[in-house]
Structures are given as C-alpha cells and as structure tokens.
C-alpha cells in the first residue's frame, strides 16, 4: 500500500507563486513517473505536468515555462513550483503515481490540494 500526501495549495493573487509537494509512503520498492494533475469546477482532470524516475518532464502547454516539476527521488518527493499563476490555472491538484509495493505495481492519486488563483 502507498500513501500521497500532498501540500502547499492555497490562495493566491494573479501573477503569485505556490509550491506543491507530494510525499509517497508505505512498503515502497520504487516509483515510476510522478505527476501533478487539476480538476476546475465542471471540467474533467488533465495532466499539468509528471516527471520521470530519471528526471524527464512534460508539461501541459497551458503551464509551459510558468510551472517546474522536480523530484526527490531519495525522499520520494515530488514538487510542483507554480509562478505567474494566473485565475485559470485554480482548481484542486491531485498527485499521481505509479508504485510497486509488496510486488505489486499499481496507480496511485493523492487526496488533493485546492489552489485558488484570485484575479
């Protein structure tokens, strides 16, 4: 079984700055790709950016060049670093994984964190 648990939502003006953080626990053996994803009110949830066990990242084109995932693959951490925030970008963040514990590899998600942009 593997935990995540995510923090650092808030409220912010436009144009503000949040960081994310996302701890996995429990009997972990290893983690692959680590993601951050948002659901808005009425809309489905989509990726805004995951990185790799190795470091590669992708990020939704929306959040390009504003938001940097990074990890800590020693503590098993990841982060999402969001500047120039703008009123879209609210919506509560969910964490996802994929872990392999007790031999077995499943999907993981967080609770979420809301993240609320004000204009």
């Known amino acids: 079984q593997v935990r995540l648990v995510e923090s650092g939502g808030g409220l912010v003006q436009a144009g503000g700055s949040l960081r994310l953080s996302c701890a996995a626990s429990g009997s972990i053996s290893s983690i692959n790709a680590m993601g951050w994803y948002r659901q808005a009110p009425g809309k489905q949830r989509e990726l805004v950016a995951a990185v790799t066990s190795g470091g590669s990242a992708n990020y939704a084109d929306s959040v390009k060049g504003r938001f940097t995932i990074s990890r800590d693959n020693a503590k098993n951490t990841v982060y999402l670093q969001m500047n120039s925030l703008k009123p879209e970008d609210s919506g509560v963040y969910y964490c996802?994984?994929?872990?392999?514990?007790?031999?077995?590899?499943?999907?993981?998600w967080g609770q979420g964190t809301q993240v609320t942009v004000s204009s």
């Open positions: 996802n994984t994929e872990a392999q514990a007790m031999g077995v590899t499943l999907n993981y």
